[in-house]
Nanobody, 123 residues
Framework: QVQLVESGGGMVQTGGSLRLSCAASERTFGGYAMGWFRQAPGKEREFVATIRWISGTTYYADSVKDRFTISRDNAKNTVFLQMNSLKPEDTAVYYC????????????????WGQGTQVTVSS
Protein backbone atom coordinates (compact mmCIF):
# COMPACT_ATOMS: atom_id res chain seq x y z
CA GLN A 1 0.00 0.00 0.00
CA VAL A 2 1.54 3.28 -1.13
CA GLN A 3 1.43 6.05 1.42
CA LEU A 4 1.66 9.73 0.60
CA VAL A 5 2.63 12.38 3.11
CA GLU A 6 2.00 16.01 2.24
CA SER A 7 3.50 19.06 3.89
CA GLY A 8 3.93 22.76 3.32
CA GLY A 9 0.41 24.11 3.57
CA GLY A 10 -0.46 27.18 5.58
CA MET A 11 -1.82 30.68 5.45
CA VAL A 12 -0.45 33.41 3.22
CA GLN A 13 -1.54 36.79 1.95
CA THR A 14 -2.57 37.49 -1.61
CA GLY A 15 0.48 37.53 -3.85
CA GLY A 16 2.45 35.30 -1.53
CA SER A 17 4.04 31.92 -2.15
CA LEU A 18 3.95 28.44 -0.68
CA ARG A 19 5.70 25.20 -1.56
CA LEU A 20 3.92 21.92 -1.04
CA SER A 21 5.73 18.60 -0.82
CA CYS A 22 4.42 15.08 -1.21
CA ALA A 23 6.58 12.10 -0.31
CA ALA A 24 5.55 8.65 -1.51
CA SER A 25 6.56 5.55 0.42
CA GLU A 26 7.45 3.84 -2.84
CA ARG A 27 7.26 4.25 -6.58
CA THR A 28 3.93 2.92 -7.75
CA PHE A 29 4.42 0.05 -10.17
CA GLY A 30 3.06 0.94 -13.58
CA GLY A 31 2.14 4.42 -12.47
CA TYR A 32 3.10 7.16 -14.85
CA ALA A 33 1.93 10.31 -13.16
CA MET A 34 1.74 12.05 -9.86
CA GLY A 35 -0.59 14.92 -9.45
CA TRP A 36 -2.00 17.66 -7.27
CA PHE A 37 -5.70 18.32 -6.84
CA ARG A 38 -7.57 20.74 -4.63
CA GLN A 39 -10.98 21.00 -3.08
CA ALA A 40 -12.56 24.17 -1.76
CA PRO A 41 -15.53 24.08 0.64
CA GLY A 42 -18.73 23.20 -1.19
CA LYS A 43 -16.91 22.47 -4.44
CA GLU A 44 -15.78 19.36 -6.24
CA ARG A 45 -12.18 18.24 -6.22
CA GLU A 46 -10.39 19.80 -9.18
CA PHE A 47 -7.22 19.10 -11.09
CA VAL A 48 -4.27 21.41 -10.45
CA ALA A 49 -1.16 19.87 -12.00
CA THR A 50 0.43 16.57 -12.90
CA ILE A 51 3.90 15.33 -13.75
CA ARG A 52 5.10 12.13 -15.35
CA TRP A 53 7.72 10.24 -13.36
CA ILE A 54 9.87 9.19 -16.34
CA SER A 55 9.73 12.08 -18.78
CA GLY A 56 9.04 14.90 -16.36
CA THR A 57 6.31 16.21 -18.67
CA THR A 58 3.98 18.53 -16.84
CA TYR A 59 0.38 19.62 -17.29
CA TYR A 60 -1.47 22.41 -15.52
CA ALA A 61 -4.99 23.62 -15.05
CA ASP A 62 -5.54 26.93 -16.82
CA SER A 63 -6.33 28.58 -13.51
CA VAL A 64 -2.82 27.98 -12.17
CA LYS A 65 -0.72 28.03 -15.32
CA ASP A 66 2.23 30.44 -15.10
CA ARG A 67 1.80 30.70 -11.32
CA PHE A 68 2.31 27.14 -10.10
CA THR A 69 5.17 24.79 -10.90
CA ILE A 70 5.15 21.05 -10.32
CA SER A 71 8.46 19.22 -10.05
CA ARG A 72 9.81 15.91 -8.79
CA ASP A 73 12.75 14.29 -7.11
CA ASN A 74 12.70 10.75 -8.42
CA ALA A 75 15.36 9.51 -6.04
CA LYS A 76 13.24 10.55 -3.08
CA ASN A 77 9.84 9.70 -4.62
CA THR A 78 8.80 13.26 -3.83
CA VAL A 79 6.78 15.75 -5.80
CA PHE A 80 6.64 19.47 -5.15
CA LEU A 81 4.16 22.19 -5.99
CA GLN A 82 5.59 25.68 -5.96
CA MET A 83 2.73 28.16 -5.76
CA ASN A 84 3.43 31.81 -6.52
CA SER A 85 1.19 34.85 -6.88
CA LEU A 86 -1.43 33.18 -4.76
CA LYS A 87 -5.02 34.41 -4.88
CA PRO A 88 -7.90 34.00 -2.44
CA GLU A 89 -9.55 31.64 -4.94
CA ASP A 90 -6.60 29.27 -4.49
CA THR A 91 -7.80 28.59 -0.95
CA ALA A 92 -8.53 24.88 -0.65
CA VAL A 93 -7.34 21.59 0.72
CA TYR A 94 -4.61 20.37 -1.59
CA TYR A 95 -4.19 16.67 -2.19
CA CYS A 96 -1.41 14.78 -3.89
CA UNK A 97 -2.09 11.53 -5.66
CA UNK A 98 -0.08 8.90 -7.48
CA UNK A 99 -0.43 5.80 -9.60
CA UNK A 100 -2.20 7.28 -12.61
CA UNK A 101 -1.47 5.23 -15.73
CA UNK A 102 -2.85 7.91 -18.04
CA UNK A 103 -2.34 11.62 -18.39
CA UNK A 104 -3.49 12.23 -14.85
CA UNK A 105 -6.06 14.95 -15.40
CA UNK A 106 -8.84 13.12 -13.61
CA UNK A 107 -9.10 12.14 -9.98
CA UNK A 108 -10.49 8.71 -10.83
CA UNK A 109 -7.20 7.79 -12.49
CA UNK A 110 -5.35 7.81 -9.17
CA UNK A 111 -5.56 4.89 -6.73
CA UNK A 112 -3.44 6.48 -4.01
CA TRP A 113 -4.09 9.76 -2.19
CA GLY A 114 -2.56 11.79 0.57
CA GLN A 115 -4.47 13.17 3.52
CA GLY A 116 -4.53 16.73 2.21
CA THR A 117 -2.98 19.97 3.39
CA GLN A 118 -4.83 23.25 3.88
CA VAL A 119 -3.83 26.31 1.91
CA THR A 120 -5.49 29.58 2.87
CA VAL A 121 -4.91 32.81 0.99
CA SER A 122 -6.17 35.94 2.69
CA SER A 123 -7.12 39.08 0.80
Amino acid sequence: QVQLVESGGGMVQTGGSLRLSCAASERTFGGYAMGWFRQAPGKEREFVATIRWISGTTYYADSVKDRFTISRDNAKNTVFLQMNSLKPEDTAVYYCATGAPGLGYNAYEYPYWGQGTQVTVSS
